[in-house]
């Protein structure tokens, strides 16, 4: 297995480039299915998750063709509307393929996704059956596979009971292709659901309201394809900003948009990182003679509030700041786990339940032998491993280069002491 080795203690310096963003990703592929014409799709993250949407499109019969930072995608001569359970159970983000199939061939086949560690019992897909369901599509369940038909599907009222990012998507993109009018209450608002919106309005879809928490959708008989450009990872943004201030290292964070993590930026002004901001940059400063970090706890929220997919980052970064503060994780069950990673390095940590930590700091953080439990808390033990004293080794890599492009070399271009042992999973 993969792995990396990290040798602690070391200041960061230079630029580095943010990559389009992971989750613009995951929705603008499986949208060339909604057409028959190409799309080009720039700006594409070169990650394991988008490899796998690619797999899943040509096993679908789609025609791909792939450079290093950019597809395209003909979806003219699709011949299956079943998606390849191997494929579909290696991650969660396969459930973004069935609106599409399901709005322009009415029907479809799928496994319940897999690929995922964060939520309790599986994450559930509960949102996006009641809303194929409400469009007027028909599901059997068997053995945790779905069939779903719709001899037509008719534009309905559909509140989102909890709200979810790709459930908002995947409704929006299935009605778009439905007769009359549909109308999403309680959606999502995150960029990467605008940016999705206002494309497909591009190729004649009928969307308003995307970015608020009312989305209406006129229904066209067919829509076009064109060129997408992915906007830039705010995650990404928000986590290299966190590495630079964790480290207290002076870093250029460039083709980003810090509006996206405003949220974070606020911290950022009540704790004392200090930041100069642009339209398509971050300057994170180093602080002089190692001044200290205010503690300031956060709880995760929809977007524009504290990302969850930011939280572990964040986490770590307090383990360094003077004082006690409450990190609150409210929108997964099983997304503070790694903090048991952070005990064992030396943190001071006090688990209060399975959704809040109180972390006490300052405290030195020690080189231990780690396994990163997904994505996210991946990257947060990579900062935790670049403040650490000594060596950190961390297993189960696959999990970071799901999301975050090369992530070594880019590193180690700062000046990060990192090695991979084993091959990045692409190559
Ligand atoms: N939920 C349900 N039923 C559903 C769908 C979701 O109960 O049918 C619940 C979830 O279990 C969770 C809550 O709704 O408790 C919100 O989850 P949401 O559906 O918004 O998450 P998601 O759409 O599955 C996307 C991102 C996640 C990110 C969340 C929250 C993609 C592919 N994934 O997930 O990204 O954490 O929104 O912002 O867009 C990551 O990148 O590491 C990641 C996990």
């Known amino acids: 297995m993969s792995k990396f080795i990290i040798q602690g203690g070391k200041k ?24 028959k014409e190409a799309i080009t799709i720039n700006n594409l993250p070169n990650i394991e998750d988008v490899d796998k949407a690619l797999e899943l499109i040509k096993d679908l019969g789609g025609e791909v063709i792939r450079d290093k930072n950019s597809v395209k995608i003909v979806m003219g001569k699709i011949n299956k509307t079943q998606l390849n359970p191997e494929l579909a159970n290696k991650f969660r983000a396969s459930i973004m393929f069935v609106g599409p199939l399901l709005a322009r061939f009415g029907e479809v086949n799928f496994p319940h996704p ?27 369940e068997e053995n945790n596979s779905y069939k779903i038909k719709a001899k037509k599907l008719v534009g309905c009222n559909y509140f989102f009971t909890t709200i979810s990012v790709t459930g908002t998507e995947a409704i929006l993109m299935t009605s778009v292709l439905a007769e009359g009018t549909t109308v999403l209450k309680n959606c999502a608002v995150e960029p990467e659901i605008k940016v999705l919106a206002d494309y497909l309005n591009e190729q004649g879809a009928k ?51 810090p509006d996206h993590i405003e949220v974070l930026l606020s911290i950022f002004n009540k704790i004392g990182v200090k930041f100069e901001r642009g339209k398509d940059y971050l300057k994170i400063f180093s602080r002089e003679g190692n001044q200290l970090l205010k503690s300031h ?17 964040y986490t770590v970064l307090m383990t360094q700041a003077a004082g006690s503060s409450l990190i609150h994780e409210t929108i997964y069950d099983r997304r503070l786990l790694y903090v048991d990673m952070l005990l064992q390095m030396g943190a001071d940590v006090i688990m209060c339940d399975p959704h809040r930590v109180v972390i006490n700091g300052p405290t030195r953080l020690y080189g231990k032998k780690l396994t990163s439990p997904d994505l996210r808390a991946g990257i947060a033990l ?33 000046g990060a002491d990192i090695k991979r042992i084993g091959t990045l999973f692409n190559n």
């Open 12 to 35: 960061l310096s230079g630029e580095i480039q943010v990559r389009g963003a992971k989750n613009a990703a995951l929705k603008i592929i499986p949208a060339a299915i909604l057409s």
């Open 114 to 140: 897999g690929g995922c560690v964060i939520g309790a019992g599986g994450r559930s897909i509960d949102l996006f059956l009641e809303g194929f369901k409400c469009l007027g599509a028909e599901i059997k």
């Open 207 to 257: 969307i308003t309201g995307a970015g608020t928490s009312t989305i209406i959708i006129e229904g066209v008989k067919s829509i076009g394809a064109g060129n997408f450009e992915i906007i830039p990872d705010r995650i990404e943004t928000g986590s290299f900003a966190i590495m630079a201030a964790a480290t207290n290292s002076e870093l250029l964070i460039s083709k980003c948009n």
């Open 297 to 313: 706890g956060i709880k995760t929220h929809e977007y524009p509030g504290f990302p969850t997919d930011l939280q572990s980052p």
């Open 382 to 414: 990579i900062i935790a491993a670049l403040i650490a004293e000594g060596k950190t080794e961390i297993d189960n890599i696959y999990q970071i280069d799901r999301g975050y492009e090369n992530i070594d070399e880019r590193l180690r271009l700062l």
